[in-house]
């Protein structure tokens, strides 16, 4: 037993989330009663996020999985017999050795991406495990693929503002950001230097909450932000803005930029970006003008068929206008890399086998693929509800000749379709690396109650799986506190120790460098690369330009699936209890005459989703918004967003195109509108009288 009655103890929070709050859970006989924010991590600052709050409903809730299972219903139907792990294992280990024998060890795919986003549970022994069997490769797409292409070849990943510098600036640009949702911690420092004085500029096609508080809002369409970047670049060169002697000393190919901006005059960007050109202007003026000036470059914006030239054109600002070298001033995105660790040390090199790009998983089930998959083993990821074209993935997993493993905390969408499901621990019943890609932070998080049910942790479920395949090596640290403390071992010894104490680790960069001061470009020759030949060659059209709204299937809205404040991408979207709702503008809403709470069917040529009605003025016309994350039982016909996103891949990274899913919405008068019966087996959900579920 670790814990004992009454006490509270200290830990991090390693989710999908920039912030990776230091947290306080307060234990009653060994079991969780409370969680909050701590004051370990300053940017925590005591406070945590409501979900993360109720984060002892999942560990103790209906949906856990307490038990090994194999399937004994229809695919997707979540009917198992439990069994105990040795079975279990043994029928994984016998599923992978019949795939090699058969169509060689490539027809094993693991699937993996954001549930823990610690450092140990996630490209460790699972890694080890799947390069020395040969598996096929994933390349890990779904989310900042697009923006880490535009960030690496610009900057070689330089460390980024950190969030408590935010209150320092005069000017903050949020673009393509929500961090009212996404990350609340950001959210002071912005108010902070709003109430001294500073400016705020929002870009987002819907009115989040900083739109609502900021000095400029461009509601763009979606897609068009590398237009609107380049209008303000365009200004920049033209009226005398650009740092030119910045640009001589620091960067290169700044000339081949200043001319593909030349053709953006603001009234050409207003055009395809759907707002006044005057906004642009104003935007461009005051970037021009005031310094310290920050931009926090979000997600939202990389998640189009324009992402990644959108994320170059926008990373590309700062430099052009000498925004750098004061605390305050430059840009955000995402600091993952600020701690330079790797993991070369892992004990299995980089396999050369095929790669598999996970965002269609759906075309890689169904298509004709040789070796074709046979085993595909999930774990950290929901990719029935998280990845795009969810039709086809769903038809992929109803495959009979598939072995599906699912290594999961709770009853996922996913481990619905699984044939054997392996129940896995919650970040308070293990160890892990809790590292922030917003604030610059790292943490160990331990386990701070017992397991529930017979869930165990990744490393220790990998670990059995090597050996049982005859593929453990001597030396391969085994158990959970072995290979935790391998990872501090591999870490420089400053972090390590400092992690070891319990105290605050700093990488060489501190954390808050200033940009151009304390840390620089990471490219090889430390200069900022403005036109990196080979992403010109990399997108579609070459790089700074932009490709029109392919209108998928010709439907006239644009659908977003922004993070929500319930979830975190898919996480804890049990706990969900109301039923879904499409968020219209008022306009859209009369042209269709459609009424608030009224039963919906959102559909294109992939498929449909049918929901509540919510109509609001929060988003711009020509463009409604389901929550990212949303279970099957949340629908009434069981498809989320995702249903509706085309698997094609963003101009860089091969990134997903959530954004580019082009829709039609319509009354739903069918018998299955208004119940949550998806006839995938998901509990039903009664129709309840609509609320407005506001998504910010
Ligand atoms: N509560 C909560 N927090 C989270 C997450 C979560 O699911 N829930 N997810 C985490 C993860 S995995 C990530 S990657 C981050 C993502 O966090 P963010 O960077 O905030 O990304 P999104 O939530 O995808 O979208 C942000 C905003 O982009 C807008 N947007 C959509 N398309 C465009 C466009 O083409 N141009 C512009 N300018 N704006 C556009 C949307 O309207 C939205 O308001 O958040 C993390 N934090
Ligand atoms: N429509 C739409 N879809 C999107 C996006 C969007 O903008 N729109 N954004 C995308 C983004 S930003 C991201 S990052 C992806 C995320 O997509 P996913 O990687 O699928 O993330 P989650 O939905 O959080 O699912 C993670 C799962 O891992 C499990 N898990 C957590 N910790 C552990 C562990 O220690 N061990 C094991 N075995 N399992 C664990 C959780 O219970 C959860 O079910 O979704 C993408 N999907
Ligand atoms: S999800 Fe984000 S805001 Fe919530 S506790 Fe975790 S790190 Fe903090
Ligand atoms: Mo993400």
């Excluded at 040795?86 to 169509?103: G, S, Y």
């Excluded at 535009?150 to 320092?168: C, F, Q, R």
């Excluded at 994350?629 to 989320?640: D, E, I, K, P, V």
């Amino acid at each position: 037993m670790i814990t004992q009655r009454g006490r509270v103890v200290h830990t991090a929070c390693p989710l999908d989330c920039p912030d990776s709050c230091s947290l306080q859970v307060s234990l009653e006989d060994g079991r969780l009663v409370a969680i909050d924010g701590s004051h370990h991590n300053p940017v925590t600052n005591g406070y945590i996020c409501a979900k993360v709050r109720r984060f002892g409903d999942r560990v103790y809730g209906a949906d856990r999985i307490m038990k090994p299972g194999v399937r004994i219903g229809a695919k997707g139907s979540g009917a198992f017999r439990w069994i105990e792990w040795e079975e279990a294992l043994e029928r994984v280990a016998e599923a992978m050795r019949d795939a090699r024998e058969r169509f060689g060890a490539e027809s094993v795919l693991p699937f993996y991406y954001g549930g823990s986003n610690g450092l140990l549970t996630q490209d460790t022994v699972d890694a080890r495990l799947f390069r020395r069997f040969g598996a096929s490769r994933l390349a890990r797409t779904l989310c900042a693929s697009t923006s880490g292409a535009a960030n690496e070849a610009l900057y070689g990943k330089m460390p980024s503002v950190t969030y408590a510098d935010y209150a320092h600036a005069r000017l903050i640009v949020v673009w393509g950001a929500n961090p009212s949702a996404s990350g609340i911690h950001l959210v002071p420092y912005i108010l902070e230097a709003q109430r001294a004085g500073a400016v705020l500029a929002v870009i987002d096609p819907r009115s989040t909450p900083l739109a609502r508080k900021a000095d400029v809002h461009l509601a763009i369409r979606p897609g068009t932000d590398v237009a609107v970047a380049l209008a303000v670049h365009r200004h920049l060169f033209e009226h005398g803005h650009a740092d030119e002697a910045f640009l001589a000393t620091h960067t290169r190919g700044a000339d081949r930029l200043r001319e593909r901006a030349r053709e953006w005059t603001p009234e050409r960007a207003a055009d395809v970006a759907g707002i006044a050109a005057a906004d642009i202007e104003r935007l461009a003026t005051l970037y021009a003008r005031l310094s310290p000036a920050v931009i926090r470059c979000g997600w939202g914006l990389e998640r189009n068929r324009n992402g990644g030239n959108a994320t170059a054109a926008i990373l590309a600002l700062p430099a052009v206008a000498g925004k750098f070298g004061v605390r305050g001033g430059g840009f955000t995105l995402s600091n993952s890399a600020s701690w330079g660790l790797n993991k070369t040390w892992i004990g299995a090199g980089e396999a050369s086998t095929r790669v598999v790009n996970m965002n269609q998983l759906g075309r890689m089930l169904t298509g004709p693929v040789s070796p074709p998959v046979k085993v595909l083993f999930v774990y950290n990821c929901n990719p029935l509800a998280t990845v795009p074209h969810q039709n086809l993935t769903r038809r992929g997993l109803e495959r009979e000749d598939l072995t599906t493993v699912v290594f999961d905390q709770v009853m996922t969408d996913t481990a619905r379709f699984a044939d054997i499901v392996l129940p896995a621990t919650t970040f308070i019943e293990q160890y892990d690396f809790a590292r922030a890609y917003g604030p610059i932070s790292l943490q160990l998080t331990r386990p701070v109650i017992d397991a529930v049910g017979e869930a165990r942790p990744n490393v220790e479920v990998f670990a059995e799986l090597e050996a049982r395949l005859g593929l453990s090596q001597d030396g391969d640290p085994r158990d959970e506190v072995e290979m935790m403390l391998r990872v501090l071992d591999e870490m420089p010894a400053e972090i390590s120790g400092a992690l070891r104490d319990g105290t605050p680790a700093e990488p060489p960069c501190g954390t808050a460098p200033i940009q151009f001061v304390d840390v620089f470009p990471r490219t090889p020759d430390r200069k900022i690369d403005l036109f990196p030949e080979a992403l010109d060659r990399q997108a579609p059209l070459g790089l700074y330009t932009y490709q029109p709204d392919p209108g998928t299937d010709r439907r006239p809205l644009a659908l977003l699936s922004p993070s929500s404040e319930k979830t975190i991408s898919s996480s804890l979207g049990e706990l969900i209890t109301r039923p879904a709702s499409l968020v219209m503008h008022p306009d859209d809403a009369h042209a269709r005459n459609l009424r608030e709470g009224d039963n919906v069917r959102v559909f294109n040529d992939l498929g449909d989703v049918r929901c509540l009605l919510s109509i609001e003025p929060t988003i711009r016309p020509g463009c409604v918004s389901l929550p990212k994350g949303l279970w099957s039982r949340h629908t009434a016909n069981g498809s989320t967003a995702n249903a509706l996103a085309p698997d094609t891949l963003a101009d860089l990274g091969a990134g997903a195109c959530f954004n580019d899913a082009r829709v039609e919405v319509e009354k739903d008068d069918s018998d299955a509108a208004g119940c949550g019966d998806s006839g995938s087996g998901i509990r039903s959900i009664p129709a309840v009288p609509p609320v407005p579920n506001r998504i910010h």
